[in-house]
């Protein structure tokens, strides 16, 4: 069961959050949960996949904007829009809040229908931006994109992975939307599970779309968070279809042409590309470098990760010129 959107309250004092915004956020449909530690937030965030994160700054501004920029520093986290709420605004205090990253600072210098309105704005601009599917709340295309190119600027070896659900549309077809829509929530936490637990501080998961995400981890990582993700892909897979179609390991389907034939339960597969062996040299090639692994993981039966071993030729040739320097 998807949990519900919800708004965290951080408040190191244990303040309540003032009745008029309270009240607005929960006509909206957003449940507040009101925490103390920072801890809890940040396991709350990766948890509850919260619409907003609100800060109560007062008394406490210093760890207020550590905390905001531990947040947007933090991949699992960073999409969350951020807002802080202070009783008092001081322009060097409100600049240095944005500067930490902060999406939103919220101050008496507003009225409280314009702090409301900037709060609504702020997570419908963040919803869009974000361009996913609402369920999984996880970075769109236009974040994937920014995470390529900060690590292709800090010159980080680094791997991206394209993961794909085989057979999900005749899925969709003999169940539901909704079903599917079930599964793909699933896949997106098995995928933020796994790899926040294997690769906590360096780590990024992003939906492209529909069936289809995207995760960056160190090359070294490949192999142990790929053979995780199937492993738990496989063994939760079975229970989403019906006990006849799960006992059989298959249902019938009709192809294009409305010919009936055996559909095999879901399976995943990952296409790899890494820069250990070749230059990226913007985020379109490693897209598409990645697109294509993918479709030839798809060729394959079961579910598999194949990784590109290609060579770049123009490091293959700098190596080789290398060496002949070394050598002479």
């Excluded at 948890?47 to 007062?58: E, G, K, N, S």
């Excluded at 994937?144 to 900060?150: N, S």
Aim: charged share 30%.
């Amino acid at each position: 069961m998807q949990p519900a959107p919800t708004v965290l309250f951080y408040s190191p004092a244990d303040r309540p959050l003032n009745e008029l915004t309270r009240s607005w956020l929960e006509a909206q449909g957003y449940p507040i949960v009101r925490l103390r530690e920072a801890g809890a937030v940040e396991t709350a965030a990766r948890r509850r996949l919260p619409v907003l994160i609100l800060i109560d700054a007062d008394g406490a501004a210093d760890e207020c904007e550590t905390f905001c920029r531990s947040l947007k520093e933090d991949p699992y986290t960073a999409a969350i829009p951020v807002a802080m709420i202070s009783s008092r605004h001081a322009a060097e205090r409100v600049a240095r809040w944005f500067e930490a990253g902060a999406d939103e600072v919220i101050t008496p210098l507003f009225e409280p229908a314009e702090q409301r309105s900037r709060l609504g704005v702020l997570i419908q601009r963040t919803e869009r931006s974000l361009a996913v599917h609402p369920s999984t709340r996880l970075p769109g295309t236009t974040e994937i994109e920014r995470e390529f190119k900060r690590r292709m600027d800090r010159q980080e070896r680094f791997a991206v992975c394209y993961a794909d659900i085989d057979h999900f549309k005749e899925f969709n077809d003999r169940y539901s939307y909704y079903d599917g829509d079930r599964v793909i929530y699933l896949l997106s936490r098995i995928l933020r599970d796994v790899v926040k637990g294997l690769c906590p501080k360096n780590g990024f998961v992003g939906h492209i779309g529909g069936d289809d995400f995207i995760f960056v981890i160190e090359p070294r990582d490949v192999q142990p968070v790929c053979t995780e993700i199937l492993d738990v892909f496989d063994t939760l897979i079975p229970y989403q279809y019906s006990p006849q179609d799960r006992r059989a390991g298959y249902f019938f389907g009709k192809d294009r042409r409305g010919h009936l034939h055996r559909v095999p339960l879901m399976t995943l597969s990952i296409g790899v590309v890494t820069n250990e062996q070749r230059r990226f040299q913007h985020p379109a090639q490693i897209s598409e470098l990645a697109t294509e692994m993918k479709s030839y993981a798809k060729t394959l039966p079961g579910s598999v990760f194949v990784v590109d071993r290609r060579r770049d030729p123009e490091m293959v040739k700098e190596e080789a010129t290398a060496v002949r320097e070394a050598e002479g």
